[in-house]
């Protein structure tokens, strides 16, 4: 499986940008590149994901780098309810199989201080 | 909203009893996954399944069995628990292809004495 690389912690005030990076330079044309959030004491929860081209949807934008080999998550404004680990994945769908996995690196811990 | 249900949110059982984790989907998703997500190791794959009595291995399958009789139903089964499958269990689910995410459940955290 294609791996991500992400720092391992990040820190954020309340109402600025938040950037996350992902390097993948070992992506496949057939991986999409997925974001997941985990708060505390709960299950992942799905951010983003897109393929080649820049994503935006209610929760963040992606932004995905021309050669495919890193990424940037984008939350516009952090709130306090935005603290959590943010997974970088690539979903492997080789083979033309239905049930791409994901595969869980360490992820990066957000703080967002008031 | 799509909902992934785990029956239960914190089990404790004794070693050697056989467990079952039950997880729900309503939303007709083809594919169920089961993780583990234990502190420093991040979420490993268990086993996951793409039809209706269709299972694969993950990448750390010894110890557990699944099943799937129906489509919105993934069982995850501890034939004979052990204190070493203490940890938090976590169902999701996608539907076909790779246009979309993942639903992920609350999670149950098990502990084995």
């Known amino acids: 499986d294609a791996k991500t690389t992400q720092p391992n912690s990040m820190e954020s005030n309340e109402e600025e940008p938040v950037h996350l990076p992902c390097n993948h330079s070992?992506?496949?044309?057939?991986?999409?590149i997925h974001w997941y959030r985990q708060l505390p004491s709960q299950g992942p929860e799905y951010v983003i994901h897109g393929l080649t081209s820049n994503v935006n949807n209610r929760m963040a934008s992606l932004a995905i780098a021309e050669d495919r080999k890193s990424s940037t998550l984008i939350l516009h404004r952090a709130t306090l309810r935005d603290a959590a680990v943010y997974y970088c994945i690539l979903r492997d769908d080789a083979g033309g199989t239905s049930y791409g996995k994901l595969t869980f690196g360490q992820g990066t811990i957000l703080t967002v201080h008031p | 909203d799509v909902k992934v249900t785990q029956s239960s949110r914190y089990l404790v059982k004794r070693t050697g009893e056989k467990v079952f984790l039950e997880c729900v989907q309503d939303m007709d998703h083809e594919n169920m996954f089961w993780y583990r997500q234990d502190p420093g190791l991040g979420l490993r794959l268990i086993y996951f399944?793409?039809?209706?009595?269709?299972?694969e291995k993950g990448d750390i399958p010894e110890g557990y069995s699944v099943s799937r009789e129906k489509k919105e139903r993934f069982s995850l089964i501890l034939e004979s628990a052990s204190t070493n499958q203490t940890s938090m269990y976590l169902c999701a689910s996608t539907p076909g292809g790779p246009y979309y995410g993942y639903t992920f459940g609350s999670g149950t955290r098990l502990t084995v004495v």
């Open positions: 399944s793409y039809d209706v009595k269709m299972k």
């Open positions: 070992t992506i496949s044309g057939t991986d999409y």
